[in-house]
């Protein structure tokens, strides 16, 4: 039993997995996306227009401008929620949720 | 694409910039739709967007106000993308732009609000230039919805229509937003 614990304390963590953010029709599909920490978010532009995803707050991140069919990417380092929005178009909003 | 579909993007496009141009009253009297071309139909497109990117351009100079100065940027870089695919769609239709009577009188138009545009600064300048942007692009969303994409048939030329017209309502909000900060009642007789 003791030795059961002792694994249960070392057994890693769920692998981080990347999760997909595309930006279609201007806006962020999902608006709303929940990861672990460790995950990776890739946003990925398949509209004719640049755009940015980029952080507020605390945990900046921004992917820079991203023309039709680029990726930018951003690995969720710290628990915590942040709004981010597109430099290039302020009616573009997303929150990215890191447990 | 049909003579017919040329001739509805041609009168649209001449509607749109007919009233965009002549900002505080876009209300669209159906012009006579003139009998363009092909290479006619994609130069008129080209250069309605450029008319607004060297807009965009001239109030980057004239500007001081931050959230102006950032719309303007936009204009620019999506204007430029729209532009690019326009013209790659041309290019693969094996159309090459021609110059125009609708491309002359769009660009006599902008160059008489560009007049305009020119005398004004400071707080006046950026809600003349803000006024503008939204009748242009609540012109250009009008001309989408109510003509183009209800007539258009080319798959292609659909597909880039439905493409750029959330881009150009986003745009228009974006305007209305910046123009909303400004205060100040809207000015007539640009
Ligand atoms: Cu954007």
Redesign the interface.
């Known amino acids: 039993m003791i030795v059961w614990l002792l694994m249960l304390l070392v057994v890693p963590k769920a692998p981080a997995t990347t999760h997909t953010v595309e930006i279609r029709?201007?806006?962020f599909h999902p608006a709303v996306l929940t990861v672990a920490v460790g995950d990776t978010v890739v946003w990925i532009n398949r509209?004719?227009?640049?755009h940015t995803a980029t952080g507020h707050g605390r945990s900046r991140w921004d992917t820079g401008?991203l023309?039709?069919g680029q990726e930018g990417r951003y690995v969720a380092r710290r628990a915590g929620e942040t709004s981010y929005a597109c430099?290039?178009?302020?009616?573009?909003h997303g929150k990215l949720i890191v447990r | 694409m049909s003579r017919t579909a040329h001739r509805l993007l041609a009168c649209a496009l001449t509607l749109v910039f007919a009233t965009a141009l002549h900002a505080q009253n876009p209300a669209p009297a159906p012009a006579a739709a003139p009998d363009l071309s092909d290479p006619e139909v994609a130069h008129v497109a080209v250069t309605a967007n450029s008319i607004d990117i060297d807009m965009a351009k001239f109030a980057q100079t004239r500007t001081r106000n931050a959230a102006v100065k950032?719309f303007a940027?936009?204009m620019i870089?999506?204007h430029t993308?729209?532009n690019a695919?326009a013209a790659a769609l041309a290019a693969k239709l094996g159309v090459t732009p021609a110059d125009n009577a609708v491309s002359q009188s769009l660009e006599g138009g902008a160059k008489q609000a560009r007049t305009s545009l020119e005398a004004l600064h400071g707080a006046a300048f950026d809600r003349a230039y803000m006024d503008r942007e939204v009748a242009y692009h609540q012109a250009v969303l009008d001309a989408i919805d109510k003509v183009l994409l209800p007539t258009t048939e080319n798959a292609e030329l659909r597909k880039l229509l439905v493409?750029?017209r959330?881009?150009i309502?986003?745009h228009l909000?974006?305007a209305k937003?910046v123009r909303s900060q400004l205060g100040a009642p809207v000015r007539t007789g640009m």
């Open positions: 029709g201007m806006e509209d004719i227009v640049p401008q023309t039709q430099t290039l178009h302020p009616t573009m | 950032q940027a936009t870089t999506d993308a729209v695919q493409d750029v959330p881009a309502a986003t909000e974006h937003q």
